[in-house]
């Protein structure tokens, strides 16, 4: 087991090394909209970058906040936070960053997969951090809002000329209110294949597999596909919430009984060493690049044809269908 890292919290952070800097955000997507508003909220000379006349330049003016082209915040920017999906990082980068970053800038992405993987290399005096909410978008500027934070990982690839990255990174999360809750420091590395692994063999991979492998046996067995929805994905929320709340151990004392030894006594036939023995191959194939040059292939030589063919066989799966007919029921009722 890896050494316990320290959390460290917002009373022993300071913001100096940001004032005066300017921060250029590349994106307005879920994280971009919420990491540009904090920010700017926190009064921290912002200005997004996005594509001129898209519907994120709308949003950036509805919302307040300054906003230009990539190429023009990049040229501004003495920190350019690129928050834009990754598939298209490394051509953005390449385009219109590149070539108009200010000497001594620093880069900051909130994932490791283009530094990680190469395709975005910088040269040297060019800062490299990364600032990684633990929160979707939303959830991270609602607790920004609320006058806490969410917990985050930041992490220094590389040093500016300043040899200051480190303490941009963390003023840059206390002024997101992120050290409110805590943040640790890692590798890009260590974020960029735990990050994927955990989408992949857990949460987003994972949990759907064995919610509608769930369903199908119940409806296989004759079992009407509403009670299967129940059960299988409706009551999932509220079993994620209890351990998000407490652990595994809240969750436990919340179930009854019954659940608890059911469970206990039954979850490990579900998850066998097989399946744990591949889920060792998925990490794996996100060590050593197999899973990222898949992706980047599947991005940039197909167009995501596959992803778009799996999109839609997931839009007919049964699970789907009976979904939202029950979920619009709840909405009528309210």
Not at 25 to 48: D, H, K, N, P, T
Not at 179 to 198: K, N, P, Q, S
Not at 261 to 273: A, E, M
Request: contains cysteine.
């Amino acid at each position: 087991m890896a050494e316990e890292r320290i959390v460290i919290y917002d009373d022993s952070v300071s913001s100096d090394s940001l004032k005066n800097k300017k921060v250029a955000v590349i994106g307005y997507g879920a994280q971009g909209r919420a990491q540009a508003r904090m920010l700017f909220e926190s009064g921290i000379q912002v200005v997004v970058g996005v594509r001129e006349g898209g519907k994120s330049w709308d949003q950036v003016q509805e919302d307040g906040l300054p906003v230009t082209t990539i190429i023009e915040a990049t040229k501004w920017g003495d920190i350019v936070h690129i928050l834009i999906p990754d598939e298209n990082q490394k051509e953005v980068y390449q385009k219109q960053i590149e070539p108009n970053l200010k000497e001594g800038a620093t880069l900051s992405f909130s994932h490791g997969f283009n530094i990680v993987f190469k395709r975005i290399v910088p040269k040297e005096g060019i800062g490299v951090i990364m600032v990684a909410p633990k929160a979707p978008g939303t959830e991270v500027y609602k607790c920004y809002r609320q006058g806490f934070g969410v917990p985050a990982l930041f992490s220094v690839f590389q040093d500016n000329l300043e040899g200051n990255a480190r303490d941009l990174a963390l003023a840059m999360c206390k002024e997101m209110g992120l050290t409110r809750a805590g943040v640790m420091e890692c590798t890009f590395e260590e974020e960029a294949y735990e990050d994927l692994f955990g989408e992949q063999a857990v949460l987003c991979g994972g949990l759907t597999a064995l919610i509608k492998a769930g369903f199908e046996v119940l409806v296989e067995a004759g079992y009407p596909a509403e009670l299967a929805y129940f059960e299988c994905l409706h009551e999932t929320k509220l079993i994620v919430d209890l351990i998000y709340e407490g652990g595994l151990e809240r969750m436990w004392e919340v179930v009854s009984n019954t659940a608890e030894f059911g469970g206990q006594t039954r979850g490990s036939r579900v998850i066998t060493p097989a399946v744990k023995e591949e889920m060792r191959k998925i990490l794996k194939e996100v060590e050593d690049g197999t899973f990222a040059k898949e992706w980047m292939q599947e991005a940039d030589e197909n167009q995501m044809h596959r992803l778009l063919a799996m999109r839609k066989a997931e839009a007919e799966h049964p699970i789907e269908i009976v979904g939202k007919r029950i979920r619009s029921m709840f909405k009528k009722r309210n």
